[in-house]
């Protein structure tokens, strides 16, 4: 009797074990709800990779997932690399095979260019006017891409730049300086995926190389900030006061420009400004700030574009219009930073061509970004530029 009333008195913990364990596994098991629908996305990275940026790839699944204008909304990637590509129908390789066979061309009209032309103009004029010719082709191919996608994204970059034959009048060649002929293909694919996203209304994220490229589909003037110095003997640094409340601001220019902790690269730091109003979180400008993370080499300068749909939203920390001086400078002794000294000052000064910077922009469907607002994604309100973005995407059908 003692062992049957043992064993009669686990059945009830036994048959509740045994519930639990059902329902959990139906918990577990149960088919993940799927997406109501996906943002199909082209993403141009450096030529040197085969993927995207991880905090850009972060900070768009991120809007997308939490989105309150579609629920269950996802994205998804694509990547625009003809260099590394692995797709087995071979469009990109033939891009950059048409890209390539199109390059001399690209020479021969920058040699012979006139005062006021632009050459990138004279580039798509050429291809209305000889469909047939290899960038012609590209250019159809890449529109053609670009049909099957609701959004663009065109990424910073580091092997890759923006070659000067298109934005200084002295390159008439494809190998100078630390431009090479792979430059150009670079350069001439993004200008044609932003084409063609203008012509079909698809939005497009650029920042940095993304942004520069944008300003001179647009027409504006490109310039190198500071000369190409390899190791200087006295280190540029210059100090300025926020303006926003945020960390005194020490700037470098090393082989960039940048305003990053001089100890930890890193740390992105905090260069505090106002969010533009487009981008909701309050509607008031000052009511809402974005970390402006700058690191770069050419600044989109004047002349600034006066065309239609063209708008700056913000200019650069160190822009000043001509006659202009710093009203934010730290001169003299700066708290926490005894590496900033008179000589550093003077040498940056120095370097640094002083004008009119712009760091954000608005031309058609493009945001172009200077600095890189993924990498600082969940400090202050920087969020709201993605989900911005996410929604514009998710409008296209």
Not at 106 to 114: G, Q, S, T
């Amino acid at each position: 009797m003692m062992r049957n009333h043992k064993c009669n008195s686990l059945l009830p913990r036994l048959t509740l074990a045994f519930v639990a364990l059902i329902v959990f596994a139906g918990l577990v098991l149960q088919p993940v709800p799927a997406f109501s629908r996906t943002i199909k996305t082209m993403v141009v990275p450096d030529r040197a990779q085969s993927n995207m940026q991880p905090a850009i790839f972060y900070s768009f699944k991120t809007s997308a997932h939490r989105s309150k204008v579609e629920k269950d909304l996802d994205i998804k990637f694509r990547i625009f690399n003809p260099y590394l590509t692995k797709e087995p129908t071979g469009v990109q390789k033939e891009i950059l095979k048409d890209l390539e066979a199109g390059r001399a061309s690209v020479v021969k009209k920058k040699k012979n260019i006139k005062d006021g032309e632009k050459l990138f103009e004279l580039i798509m004029a050429d291809i209305k006017a000889n469909p047939k010719s290899p960038l012609a082709k590209a250019h159809a191919a890449i529109g053609k891409l670009m049909m099957d996608y609701n959004l663009l994204i065109i990424e910073s970059t580091g092997l890759t730049v923006l070659h000067p034959i298109f934005y200084n009048p002295e390159v008439k060649e494809l190998e100078v300086g630390y431009a090479t002929a792979n430059d150009v293909n670079d350069t001439l694919y993004g200008l044609f995926f932003l084409d063609a996203a203008f012509e079909q209304g698809k939005p497009v994220f650029g920042t940095c190389h993304g942004a520069q490229l944008g300003y001179l589909y647009a027409g504006g003037g490109l310039i190198r900030l500071f000369p190409p110095v390899k190791e200087w003997k006295v280190k540029p640094l210059y100090a300025r006061k926020n303006p926003y409340g945020a960390p005194p601001e020490i700037w470098a220019i090393d082989q960039m420009l940048n305003a990053r902790d001089q100890k930890d690269r890193s740390d992105f730091g905090m260069l505090k400004y106002p969010l533009p109003e487009m981008f909701g979180k309050g509607g008031v400008v000052g009511q809402a700030y974005v970390n402006k993370d700058l690191n770069h080499t050419l600044g989109m300068t004047e002349p600034v574009p006066t065309i239609d749909d063209f708008e700056v939203l913000s200019y650069h920390p160190l822009s000043l219009k001509k006659g202009q001086v710093d009203n934010y400078e730290i001169k003299g002794e700066v708290p926490g930073y005894p590496q900033v000294q008179d000589a550093n000052r003077e040498v940056f000064n120095k370097a640094l061509r002083r004008g009119v910077i712009v760091d954000l922009f608005k031309y058609k469907t493009l945001l172009g970004f200077q600095y890189h607002p993924q990498y600082t994604y969940d400090s202050l309100q920087t969020s709201a530029v993605f989900d911005y973005l996410v929604e514009k995407a998710a409008a296209v059908k």
